[in-house]
């Protein structure tokens, strides 16, 4: 497990975003009967949208090989099974579609691996609001224990705009914290 590695839903065993052209470009095709998989739909609606989701897993995986180019080169050892998440999501004006994949080194059990995969967007979303709205991307610290420092500021500063539930998007509830020491304190938890 690498440094900054966390636990997940799936006990310690998470999932792993394939490039949907990295899929289709090296023939991914799982042969696994209609038997052999496990399928779960979900519907949620919230934020202006009706979202069903469509999680397949199957733990047919023996068809996956490993070709190692280059000395060191990640393996496929440990994959015990693949999900393909197809998302359908209405707005009041029009309709998106969107297929993802998938692997996973848990077992196969579609509750487990549907909960990892919205963590895994879970995150993601922490990751792209650090770096929209604190910059985290473009942070001179690189060496030492100040990157380090630095990003476990960062998070508890996002942790408590996302706390503070007044109207607005996280940026505007930073930035008002930034002009307004009233709502600052609030944001802070100290008044």
Same mark, same amino acid.
């Given at each position: 497990?690498?440094?900054?590695?966390?636990?997940?839903?799936?006990g310690?065993?998470?999932v792993?975003?394939?490039?949907t052209?990295?899929w289709?470009r090296?023939?991914?095709?799982?042969t696994?009967?209609?038997?052999?998989?496990?399928?779960?739909?979900?519907?949620?609606?919230g934020?202006?949208?009706?979202?069903?989701?469509?999680?397949?897993a199957?733990?047919?995986?023996?068809w996956?090989?490993?070709?190692r180019?280059?000395?060191?080169q990640?393996?496929?050892?440990?994959?015990k099974t693949?999900?393909?998440?197809?998302?359908h999501?209405?707005?009041?004006?029009?309709?998106?579609f969107?297929?993802?994949? +998938?692997?996973?080194s848990?077992?196969?059990?579609?509750e487990?691996?549907?909960?990892?995969?919205?963590?895994?967007?879970?995150?993601?979303?922490m990751?792209?609001?650090?770096?929209?709205e +604190?910059?985290?991307?473009?942070?001179?610290?690189?060496?030492?224990?100040?990157?380090?420092?630095?990003?476990?500021?960062?998070?508890?500063?996002?942790?408590?705009?996302?706390?503070?539930?007044?109207?607005?998007?996280?940026k505007?509830?930073?930035?008002?914290?930034?002009w307004d020491?009233?709502f600052?304190?609030?944001?802070?938890?100290?008044?």
């Amino acid at each position: 497990m690498h440094k900054g590695a966390r636990t997940d839903p799936c006990g310690g065993r998470g999932v792993t975003r394939v490039p949907t052209a990295t899929w289709n470009r090296n023939c991914l095709t799982p042969t696994a009967p209609v038997t052999e998989l496990e399928v779960k739909t979900t519907v949620e609606k919230g934020h202006g949208r009706i979202e069903t989701r469509t999680f397949t897993a199957s733990g047919n995986v023996d068809w996956i090989v490993s070709d190692r180019s280059y000395p060191g080169q990640p393996g496929f050892t440990t994959i015990k099974t693949l999900v393909k998440v197809r998302s359908h999501t209405e707005y009041h004006d029009r309709c998106t579609f969107d297929t993802r994949y +998938f692997i996973s080194s848990a077992p196969l059990d579609i509750e487990r691996l549907a909960g990892a995969v919205r963590g895994h967007w879970a995150a993601e979303s922490m990751h792209w609001l650090l770096d929209v709205e +604190f910059s985290d991307d473009r942070s001179r610290y690189r060496t030492g224990h100040g990157a380090e420092n630095m990003a476990i500021v960062r998070r508890f500063a996002l942790g408590l705009v996302r706390a503070n539930k007044r109207k607005g998007s996280v940026k505007t509830r930073r930035k008002s914290a930034g002009w307004d020491p009233k709502f600052l304190l609030e944001i802070l938890q100290l008044k």
